[in-house]
């Protein structure tokens, strides 16, 4: 079966949004990839199969740089489709980029962002999340998301980058917009503010240059190589949204895993050393990153019976393949003591989450916060009442109500 031959489906509906599990499921049993049409109105082939998501990762020919994403949109549009533009400005990064250009800024930030750095965060992350709990009473009903899950993760990208307290709830605001399948001109506002707050940040830490990681990433160098200006701008960018949005729903969807699992709940409880494998349980089990952002194919792209024409458009189904029955057993079951490695949430290939060690972190500080400080924490609603987020690329509720 080839591109020409499957009419696109249109996946995306509000359903969709609001369990995409079982969409996802009916995908793998049917074919390993099937071409469908986004919100915005561009085919798109989706890969939902672990084996296949991961060799699509790594492969060379499926690439991600600007000019060949904006022709590949081009090729792929139906009538009325409308492109989401970011603020150019904010594209120069890691993740719209193939090598050398993307070898070159990983290594750059790499030399910034070290595990040394990371480790160094952990008394301040295990401060901030007593902060929070601290503000915090048993018996409260409370947005969990509100008061624990996002404050957490952006608290600590700002002070990790030096963003100011007062502009942190705009930062939400902006980074929900252009994660959300906003319409054009929301998506142009607030990445037009994102990259003007940046530029003024980067001029500030030029002259008064702090401990932060901007700060370092201005100074970091290799052979006399360094960060452009529009390459810090969208590094800044990148690190912000990638560094909060993810552990919000990791939080999230982590907890609601925990509380309409209690069996899993009660274990992890009974044994806080499963922590770390829980941690990755949650990203297997309800994946934040839902799916990859968007590549395209320079050949054509055989995926067992399927081949993915040249020049298309293409999405990994990332939370798809970690419910992959082929490589997971009972991979729609939560178990806290499954062996860790192996999912997808972080990606694969060079694109692999330079972060992903920091949302570890803050991930296991946060449950053993929380189940230290509300041990008998329930749902204020039923799971079927909540609601998630209209956004592609992530998988996160917009509000979880709980009885603290």
């Known amino acids: ?82 492109a989401r533009e970011f ?60 008061v624990f899950a996002f404050p957490l993760p952006i608290t600590v990208i700002s002070e990790l980058l ?26 142009q506002q607030a990445g037009q503010w994102m990259a003007g707050y940046f530029a003024k940040l980067i001029a500030a830490k030029r002259a008064n240059p702090g401990e932060d990681l901007l700060s370092a990433l201005i100074e970091t160098s290799e052979d006399s190589d360094r960060f452009s200006e529009q390459e810090l701008v969208s590094m800044a960018f990148l690190l912000l949204v990638a560094g909060h949005e993810t552990t919000v729903n990791l939080i999230g969807n982590g907890m609601l895993a925990l509380l309409t699992n209690p069996e899993q709940l009660a274990l992890l409880q009974a044994d806080p050393s499963l922590m770390a494998s829980a941690v990755d349980e949650f990203l297997r089990f309800r994946s934040p990153v839902n799916m990859s952002t968007f590549r395209f194919t320079t050949e054509p792209v055989v995926l067992g019976e399927v081949t993915i024409p040249a020049e298309s458009m293409v999405l990994v189904g990332l939370g798809s393949a970690n419910r992959d029955e082929n490589h997971f057993e009972h991979a729609d079951q939560l178990d806290i003591t499954r062996p860790v490695g192996g999912h997808l949430a972080f990606g694969h ?33 039923s799971a079927a009442e909540l609601q998630w987020r209209i956004s592609i690329l992530i998988h996160g509720l917009e509000k979880l109500p709980v009885v603290l």
């Open 1 to 82: 079966m080839t591109g020409t031959e499957t009419a696109p489906a249109e996946l995306f509906t509000p359903e969709f949004f609001q369990d995409p599990q079982s969409f996802q499921a009916e995908l793998r049993a049917d074919t390993p990839a099937r071409a469908v049409v986004t919100p915005n109105g561009f085919r798109v082939w989706i890969v939902s199969r672990y084996e296949e998501a991961k060799a699509v990762l790594a492969d060379p020919t499926v690439q991600k740089n600007s000019a060949g994403m904006r022709e590949a949109m081009a090729k792929n549009k139906t009538t009325g489709a409308e």
């Open 87 to 146: 603020a150019p400005d904010l594209s120069a990064h890691m993740l719209s980029m193939d090598p050398p250009d993307h070898t070159r800024l990983r290594r750059l930030v790499t030399k910034a962002f070290t595990a040394r750095r990371i480790e160094q965060m952990r008394p301040r992350i295990e401060e901030i999340t007593a902060e929070l709990l601290g503000k915090l009473s048993a018996g409260d009903e409370v947005d969990l998301l509100d």
């Open 349 to 381: 290939g060079i694109h692999y989450c330079l972060g992903a060690p920091l949302a570890r972190l803050e991930g296991e500080i946060a449950f053993r916060g929380l189940l230290k400080a509300f041990p008998d924490m329930k749902l204020a609603a």
């Open 162 to 187: 030096g963003v100011d307290d007062e502009d942190r709830e705009q930062f939400r605001r902006a980074s929900n917009t252009l994660i959300a399948s906003s319409g054009p001109e929301e998506t």
